[in-house]
């Protein structure tokens, strides 16, 4: 879906180097976590994704597409919601969202169904500077949604928001992607929440990507623990004492009725993952998801040393 290569950006006449031979690729179908410290390159990366900036040289391909010389098709099947939008504080939310439909061709009945799915129904006939900063960023993915987008670029979505709003923000972003089936990219320095929805990672640090892969993959490479999270239609108790009895599990938590969480030994986690296909086989697991309870682990492996994040 995305691919850079040998990406250089600097700013000031040079003086500024913002992304140093930046390479990575980001397949279709994932939710993608690019992460790193403020100011390691995030948002001049997402910036040159959609042609907003100019390399000054390598190559960047958006599902084909050159950015900067295909501008037009790329912003066609691409959604994006800056770090700090500003939107006109009087005008009413459905309104706002009608006029930007319009100038992009988009049917009003579109714009009523995007209100619903971003949960902005309540607030639809009120002035958008009445909005809490949870439900600006609500309207900003809304907006971002209009064209239907093949891939949805997020800078920072949960910057400035309380842990609450955070996470709701982040679990409507994991529910529009599985919904709408595109590739997300959501940039963040905040790693322990990531992690609860993202299947891919991108690793920046001062400009260079040290590091990219599917989390299970990128766990796998550094002898991190894999999470994962199933759904199920059998009993909770049970068959989390059957997965305790293989030698990868080394850990389960109950969630409520229906989900479970597996701490797994990436190394021997084959294992389990041919017993959950049995188990998913015999209609007891509905569906599971990768994640992993070390994200932030993952990225100071990868850039070598013991740097936090956030």
Do not use: C
């Not at 640090?205 to 894999?226: F, Q």
């Amino acid at each position: 879906m995305i691919e850079f290569s040998e990406v250089y950006k600097t700013y000031r006449n040079g003086k500024i180097v913002a992304l140093r031979g930046v390479s990575f690729r980001v397949p279709k179908g994932v939710l993608a976590g690019f992460l790193g410290p403020n100011g390691s390159g995030k948002t001049t990366s997402l910036k040159l994704m959609v042609g907003l900036l100019r390399r000054d040289r390598g190559r960047i391909l958006v599902r084909g597409f050159d950015p900067e010389k295909e501008s037009r098709e790329v912003r066609s099947i691409t959604g994006f919601l800056p770090e700090k939008p500003v939107y006109p504080s009087g005008i009413r939310v459905d309104l706002f969202l009608y006029h930007i439909a319009k100038l992009r061709g988009v049917p009003w009945s579109d714009v009523r169904r995007i209100i619903r799915l971003v949960g902005l129904e309540k607030y639809a006939d009120k002035p958008i500077g009445g909005l809490s900063r949870g439900y600006l960023q609500r309207l900003g993915l809304a907006q971002a949604l209009l064209s239907q987008p093949e891939l949805l670029l997020l800078d920072e979505p949960t910057a400035n928001l309380d842990p609450l709003a955070r996470l709701e923000i982040l679990e409507l972003i994991d529910t529009l992607k599985k919904d709408l089936g595109a590739t997300v990219i959501i940039s963040s320095h905040i790693l322990p929440e990531l992690q609860l929805v993202i299947d891919y990672a991108i690793f920046i640090d001062n400009g260079i990507v040290v590091d990219y892969g599917r989390l299970d993959e990128l766990a796998t490479k550094y002898g991190a623990m894999t999470v994962y999270k199933l759904s199920l239609a059998g009993d909770p108790r049970s068959i989390a004492r059957d997965l305790l009895s293989l030698h990868s599990v080394k850990g389960v938590i109950i969630r409520g009725d229906t989900m479970l969480e597996v701490h797994v030994d990436t190394n021997t986690g084959r294992e389990f993952l041919d017993y959950i296909e049995d188990l998913r086989r015999s209609g007891l697991v509905l569906d599971y998801n990768v994640q992993t309870s070390y994200l932030d682990q993952l990225y100071r492996k990868a850039v070598g040393g013991e740097r936090a994040v956030a």
